[in-house]
């Protein structure tokens, strides 16, 4: 997560959305820059309202923008799975060394998901607070070029992203059916990332 005062912006760091090529690229100009725990760096609204927001509106502004990106639902537990899949991973009970995509994409539909598909959830990430806290910037994941516009004139400087944390390349395949169950049971999911227009909206 990154905090900008003089541009009122605060840039959730929602995971496999690229925010850590953005940390490196801008986080020498926050003013504020959670790289751990992950936890806090990964602050969903809930965690940012409790325990951020309360101090942002006392010393920075109390009308701060907050952003987030989304990744087309498939595309980010695919990422998730390739993730899970690094060589680190291996010996650890939430790898994915054995398991296919159809059966991780299984679990993750699952009530009681197993270790290996507890990912989280974006919709739930960026799910408002009961105070009325939120987002109010979604971007694209694919839309690179829209949130670059869009970060470089709020901070008011020339931006050069470079690639990092990157999932290896391999190719997944999902049966028809396991992607017709995980659109259903997580319909919030696909909702969200669809209203999202190119360039971005605001909420």
């Given at each position: 997560?990154?905090?900008?005062?003089?541009?009122?912006?605060?840039?959730?760091?929602?995971?496999?959305?690229?925010?850590?090529?953005?940390?490196?690229?801008?986080?020498p100009?926050?003013?504020?820059?959670?790289?751990?725990?992950p936890?806090?760096?990964?602050?969903?609204?809930?965690?940012?309202?409790?325990?951020?927001?309360?101090?942002?509106?006392?010393?920075?502004?109390?009308?701060?923008d907050?952003?987030?990106?989304?990744?087309?639902?498939?595309?980010?537990?695919?990422?998730?799975?390739?993730?899970?899949?690094?060589?680190?991973?291996?010996?650890?009970?939430?790898?994915?060394?054995?398991?296919?995509?159809?059966?991780?994409?299984?679990?993750?539909?699952?009530?009681?998901?197993?270790?290996?598909?507890?990912?989280?959830?974006?919709?739930?990430?960026?799910?408002?607070?009961?105070?009325?806290?939120?987002?109010?910037?979604?971007?694209?994941?694919?839309?690179?070029?829209?949130?670059?516009?869009?970060?470089?004139?709020?901070?008011?400087?020339?931006?050069?992203?470079?690639r990092?944390?990157?999932?290896?390349?391999?190719?997944?395949?999902?049966?028809?059916?396991?992607?017709?169950?995980?659109?259903?049971?997580?319909?919030?999911?696909?909702?969200?990332?669809?209203?999202?227009?190119?360039?971005?909206?605001?909420?």
């Amino acid at each position: 997560m990154m905090v900008f005062g003089k541009a009122k912006l605060v840039f959730l760091s929602v995971p496999k959305t690229g925010t850590t090529a953005w940390e490196k690229a801008l986080g020498p100009d926050a003013d504020i820059l959670v790289n751990n725990p992950p936890e806090l760096k990964h602050a969903p609204v809930f965690r940012y309202n409790r325990f951020f927001r309360p101090m942002l509106e006392k010393f920075v502004a109390e009308d701060m923008d907050v952003l987030a990106v989304i990744r087309e639902p498939i595309s980010w537990l695919g990422s998730w799975y390739r993730y899970r899949r690094r060589p680190f991973m291996e010996g650890r009970p939430n790898n994915t060394y054995d398991v296919s995509f159809d059966e991780f994409i299984t679990g993750y539909c699952q009530g009681d998901q197993p270790g290996f598909a507890n990912v989280g959830s974006q919709a739930k990430f960026v799910e408002p607070a009961g105070n009325g806290t939120k987002v109010t910037r979604l971007f694209r994941y694919d839309d690179q070029q829209g949130l670059h516009h869009f970060l470089e004139a709020r901070l008011e400087r020339e931006i050069t992203l470079t690639r990092e944390n990157v999932s290896p390349e391999m190719p997944l395949e999902l049966s028809p059916e396991v992607e017709d169950k995980l659109r259903r049971k997580c319909a919030a999911e696909f909702t969200l990332y669809d209203g999202i227009a190119v360039g971005g909206s605001s909420v």
